[in-house]
């Protein structure tokens, strides 16, 4: 997928959340793979804390605090993605290196992140570099 495509479905995402709110939404994301998982790019949904919302890859994620997680490099990216999401601007993009659902080896990647208008969530799309 394209860093365009990513920006596309983060927007779809947010305004998915928007109405129907988070809990179905997140679910939406982690189980209907049709809508929101295209090519290599999926919808992810966390909490201003750290805690996964909904995972288009990996639904033993959802539930449990990321914030400290570290790609293979040592980046706190999920720190990162809250950081971004907390900013003034409330989105923008985070690099880090990640394994690819695709082809199984650690990647460049970069996530565009934003956060949900009015709430204390927000959802990611990531492409590989």
């Not at 109405?19 to 966390?46: C, N, Q």
């Not at 914030?67 to 907390?86: C, I, N, S, W």
């Not at 880090?96 to 990611?124: A, C, H, L």
């Amino acid at each position: 997928g394209t860093r365009a495509e990513a920006q596309v479905l983060v927007e779809s995402a947010v305004e998915h959340i928007q109405k129907v709110g988070i809990d179905k939404a997140s679910e939406d994301f982690t189980k209907d793979k049709s809508r929101w998982s295209r090519k290599d790019l999926y919808v992810f949904s966390s909490d201003m804390t750290g805690v996964a919302r909904g995972h288009g890859v990996n639904e033993k994620l959802v539930g449990k605090n990321l914030l400290a997680l570290k790609d293979q490099t040592g980046k706190e990216y999920v720190r990162e993605f809250v950081k971004v999401a907390q900013s003034a601007k409330g989105e923008g993009w985070v690099d880090y290196e990640w394994s690819s659902p695709t082809t199984k080896q650690v990647e460049g990647k970069t996530s565009f992140i934003k956060r949900v208008p009015g709430t204390d969530f927000w959802v990611g799309v990531g492409v590989y570099r």
